[in-house]
C-alpha cells in the first residue's frame, strides 16, 4: 500500500504468547496494517461480512481467521468458543478490535466484551497495541502518503480473574490504547 511502518516493543507480543492482542480500529485498512505487524501465529477475529469483500475476504478466510456473525448473540458465543479453543489447541494469539467497528474519527468508541470474556475464561494474557492515527493523513493516489505506527503495550495478566472483574479489566486496557495512540501522534 505504499505505507512507511514502524513499530515499537514488540517483545511484548511475541513473548507473551499465546495472549489475546487488543487495540484501536480506524479504517479495512486496519487489518493489512495489522497483518505486517502480526504475522505469525496469531488469527484474526473479524465479522463475518468481511467474505464478500472480493480479495480481503478470501485471503482472510484462507489466513485461518475467525469470523463472528455479530447479528446472532447464539453464533457470536459459538465463534468466540471456536477462537478459545484455537488459542489453546495451537498456541496461537488473536487480534481483536473491541470497538466492534471502525472508527474514523479521533478517539475509541466504548469497547465490546467479547474479547475480556475470552481473556478471563482461557486465563491469557491481554496484549493490548495502539496504531496510530493514520486514516485523516491517508492519500491512496500517493505513494508513502502516511507514516503508520504501532506501538505494543504491556501485557495484561488476566490469571485469577473472573467475570466479577471484566469491567475494571475493560477499563484498564482501553486507558493503555488510548495513552498508547496519543503518544504515537505526538510522536508524528
Partial sequence: MGFKYTEFNRHNMTDSR?????????????????????????????KKEILYVPFLGLCFYFGGNVFVDRKSKKRSRKSLEHVRRKLIEKSLSVVIFPEGTRNPEKGLLPFKKGAFHTAIQTQLPIVPFAISEYVQDMDLNKWNSVHV????????????????????????TRAAVESGVSELDQKM
Fill in 149 to 172: 505506527k504501532v506501538k505494543y503495550l504491556e501485557p495484561i495478566p488476566t490469571e485469577g480473574l473472573t467475570l466479577a472483574n471484566m469491567t475494571e479489566l475493560m477499563e484498564k
Fill in 18 to 46: 499465546p495472549s489475546i492482542l487488543v487495540g484501536n480500529h480506524q479504517h479495512n485498512l486496519d487489518v493489512l496494517v495489522a497483518s505486517k505487524a502480526f504475522a505469525e501465529h496469531v488469527v484474526f477475529l473479524g
